[in-house]
């Protein structure tokens, strides 16, 4: 018994209850903040339910598995298996056992006691039943394997209880568990993934044991499977969301049998990965996919279309990008009337991980979150925030500007949903400062000590959007009498050691990417004929360093920094004060070198990131120049002296040179 109370002490528990910090409201005649009238609380309870919730994703990948004619093995539950137990016949049964009964006999009897609680709605926990449960208990251990699934099947008629560790319940199912465990090894595959259904039928898959230790057999011989093995394999998988012993040999053994599988096997396997956050490497079977959901996109059903777009966003990479936009165009001419507000967030994402923004479907998607915003979680203006800030698109009726301002407004009345998913808030509102849309209220609930401390917790030095979100008060709203919450310059500067990438170094123990090595070579150009050039981080919550120059525009030179100019990596914003100290003057700039790599500007369109772009903004309201430098045309200067003279014709363009 000792060991069922530990095990079942093992389920994950959440904090009991949290305290919900209230909106600040500003007092229009005094400018000081005080909460409102009202406090409220959110109890994060636990999910105890005998029941575990399952999502309609699972439920429909499940349904897939059910309906398909390829021999899932699937774990029946709805077959009857006594006739009615008359309550004198169950004090008969639940009666202690004479010692000589038989195992067959003890089940036999087990099967009717169930029975009898599906009947009567009676709960197992009852203390009637505790004597026959730890006879039966004593006695699982001897069960045939199926006699063994038939408890499991047994189980199933149960009433729904409390919770999970009520007393009876818990020890049936952890010696049920125990005892699948143990007879892990001398299982097949098929029995494997059988006993797997039966504990996903009890909905206690993602608590007990035996589901995870048969996935890791069973990981073992992945690259072999069937194909019907292979998708009820990454189900459970899906389930769990924890690899197994290697991912990689789902993709190989999918690639050979993709074209066996059903569009909705497809989703089932889209899932898993996705869930398990795996992306999918080989561009031949990526491939395979777009095409294959060209093909039967009119007839692909919602949720398994969403599970492969997810699992397409996350593996495209560049060379995609084509079929990508083919694709895209696909949906806007014949699928988009018919997609509801979900799917059509996750069309508009799509494109985000590479920057490919289909103008077109992506003004159609705003233009129906627009209309019904009422239907929307805040999780869903999270994520259609964020395509409306990275692709920085401008549509003609300005509809990203009228969903950001309705979104802003919504904001207010989601206390309830901010305070359960309190990080989707701050991401909302920092996607929508990109955009120039904030409520000063809000910035300053966001920014407050308390509010952090539940939203983030101890992971407040590793939160960019907040470093972000703060750098937006300290520069943007600086001459907007902003009175609200700020970052404590200790924050600040714990976040400059933690989010500011190093400024890149010759040395060779260090390893330069791409965009590393044409900023040094930048540096080592300019500081040929401008010799005090620096690599400085002036905003430090963007993680590149840029090469910043001090020029003396009547002298023609440059000048050396300030000796007083902060050390890397502490949060400090760098202001002209700060870069020239005593040598502040009108006449001498501070022109920032600026990296734009692949990643910071629109694929295919003349514009940048919304980052980026409110990279710019900042700096030039810092009273600094900005040179833009885009990868692609350093790459294209084949000589030192092409070089020197492309730096020198862009400096002359901000400065006189």
């Known amino acids: 018994?000792?060991?069922?109370?530990?095990?079942?002490?093992?389920?994950?528990?959440?904090?009991?209850?949290?305290?919900?910090?209230?909106?600040?409201?500003?007092?229009?005649?005094?400018?000081?903040?005080?909460?409102?009238?009202?406090?409220?609380?959110?109890?994060?309870?636990?999910?105890?339910?005998?029941?575990?919730?399952?999502?309609?994703?699972?439920?429909?990948?499940?349904?897939?598995?059910?309906?398909?004619?390829?021999?899932?093995?699937?774990?029946?539950?709805?077959?009857?298996?006594?006739?009615?137990?008359?309550?004198?016949?169950?004090?008969?049964?639940?009666?202690?056992?004479?010692?000589?009964?038989?195992?067959?006999?003890?089940?036999?009897?087990?099967?009717?006691?169930?029975?009898?609680?599906?009947?009567?709605?009676?709960?197992?926990?009852?203390?009637?039943?505790?004597?026959f449960v730890q006879q039966f208990c004593d006695r699982i251990h001897l069960l045939s394997d199926e006699e063994l699934r038939g408890s499991l099947k047994a189980l199933t008629l149960l009433p729904q209880e409390e919770n999970v560790r009520v007393q009876n319940f818990v020890e049936l199912w952890n010696i049920l568990d125990i005892e699948c465990c143990r007879r892990i090894e001398k299982w097949s595959t098929d029995e494997l993934l059988l006993v797997c259904d039966a504990w996903y039928s009890l909905n206690l898959a993602r608590i007990c044991e035996y589901v995870w230790e048969a996935l890791r057999k069973l990981g073992r011989k992945v690259i072999k499977?069937?194909?019907?093995?292979?998708?009820?394999?990454?189900?459970?998988?899906?389930?769990?969301?924890?690899?197994?012993?290697?991912?990689?040999?789902?993709?190989?053994?999918?690639?050979?049998?993709?074209?066996?599988?059903?569009?909705?096997?497809?989703?089932?396997?889209?899932?898993?990965?996705f869930k398990t956050q795996t992306p999918i490497r080989n561009p031949e079977l990526i491939n395979y996919i777009y095409e294959r959901l060209m093909q039967e996109l009119d007839t692909v059903d919602e949720i398994t279309f969403v599970a492969?777009?997810?699992?397409?966003?996350?593996?495209?990479?560049?060379?995609?990008?084509?079929?990508?936009?083919?694709?895209?165009?696909?949906?806007?001419?014949?699928?988009f009337n018919d997609m509801n507000l979900l799917t059509s967030l996750h069309v508009a994402l799509l494109g985000c991980e590479l920057q490919c923004c289909h103008e077109e479907i992506v003004e159609k998607i705003l233009n129906k979150f627009?209309?019904?915003?009422?239907?929307?979680?805040?999780?869903?203006?999270?994520?259609?925030?964020?395509?409306?800030?990275?692709?920085?698109?401008?549509?003609?009726k300005k509809t990203e500007d009228l969903l950001c301002q309705k979104i802003l407004e919504s904001l207010k009345g989601r206390i309830d949903e901010i305070m359960k998913h309190p990080k989707c808030f701050t991401n909302c509102l920092h996607y929508l400062t990109l955009r120039g849309f904030y409520d000063k209220e809000m910035l300053s609930v966001a920014l407050d000590r308390r509010f952090l401390k539940h939203a983030v917790g101890s992971s407040l030095a590793i939160s960019r959007e907040i470093f972000n979100l703060d750098t937006f008060?300290?520069?943007?709203?600086?001459?907007?009498?902003?009175?609200?919450?700020?970052?404590?310059?200790?924050y600040?500067?714990?976040?400059?050691?933690?989010?500011?990438?190093?400024?890149?170094?010759?040395?060779?123990?260090?390893?330069?990417?791409?965009?590393?090595?044409?900023?040094?070579?930048?540096?080592?150009?300019?500081?040929?004929?401008?010799?005090?050039?620096?690599?400085?981080?002036?905003?430090?919550?963007?993680?590149?360093?840029?090469?910043?120059?001090?020029?003396?525009?009547?002298k023609r030179k440059s000048v050396p920094l300030s000796p007083a100019c902060p050390e890397d990596y502490n949060g400090?914003?760098?202001?002209?004060?700060?870069?020239?100290?005593?040598?502040?003057?009108?006449?001498?700039?501070?022109?920032?070198?600026?990296?734009?790599?692949?990643?910071?500007?629109?694929?295919?369109?003349?514009?940048?990131t919304g980052l980026f772009d409110m990279k710019l903004k900042q700096l030039e309201l810092l009273g600094h120049k900005s040179v833009v430098i885009y990868w692609h045309e350093w790459r294209e200067l084949e000589t030192r002296q092409d070089r020197i003279n492309f730096v020198k014709r862009r400096l002359s363009s901000v400065i006189n040179l």
């Open 572 to 608: 400090i914003i760098l202001t002209r004060e700060q870069l020239l100290g005593d040598k502040l003057h009108e006449d001498i700039e501070t022109v920032a070198f600026i990296i734009a790599g692949w990643n910071n500007v629109i694929r295919g369109k003349n514009r940048h």
């Open 473 to 490: 008060v300290k520069v943007n709203l600086a001459n907007d009498n902003y009175e609200g919450n700020q970052l404590a310059d200790k």
């Open 225 to 273: 499977m069937q194909p019907s093995q292979l998708v009820q394999t990454m189900f459970f998988c899906n389930i769990m969301r924890r690899t197994v012993f290697d991912m990689f040999d789902f993709e190989v053994n999918l690639a050979k049998c993709a074209k066996d599988m059903t569009l909705g096997e497809l989703g089932v396997m889209s899932m898993g990965f």
């Open 492 to 554: 600040r500067k714990t976040m400059g050691k933690m989010l500011t990438h190093y400024i890149p170094d010759n040395n060779p123990k260090y390893k330069l990417n791409a965009t590393d090595r044409i900023l040094l070579q930048m540096k080592e150009i300019t500081a040929g004929f401008l010799p005090h050039c620096q690599l400085k981080h002036i905003l430090p919550n963007y993680e590149r360093a840029d090469v910043v120059i001090c020029y003396d525009r009547v």
């Open 308 to 335: 492969i777009l997810k699992v397409l966003r996350y593996s495209s990479k560049l060379p995609q990008v084509d079929i990508m936009m083919k694709l895209l165009d696909k949906i806007s001419a014949e699928k």
């Open 1 to 131: 018994m000792v060991v069922i109370q530990l095990r079942a002490h093992k389920i994950e528990k959440q904090p009991p209850h949290a305290v919900i910090w209230c909106v600040g409201k500003c007092c229009t005649t005094t400018k000081l903040w005080k909460p409102l009238t009202t406090t409220r609380c959110l109890h994060l309870v636990p999910s105890n339910f005998a029941k575990i919730y399952m999502d309609r994703e699972n439920l429909h990948a499940h349904q897939v598995l059910e309906e398909s004619l390829k021999p899932y093995q699937i774990f029946a539950t709805d077959v009857r298996l006594h006739p009615d137990v008359s309550s004198i016949e169950l004090q008969e049964i639940v009666k202690c056992l004479p010692e000589n009964a038989s195992t067959s006999e003890v089940f036999a009897q087990f099967q009717r006691v169930c029975e009898y609680c599906h009947n009567t709605n009676s709960l197992i926990s009852n203390n009637a039943f505790t004597a």
């Open 370 to 396: 627009h209309n019904e915003m009422s239907n929307t979680r805040l999780k869903d203006l999270e994520r259609i925030s964020l395509a409306v800030a990275l692709f920085n698109i401008r549509t003609p």
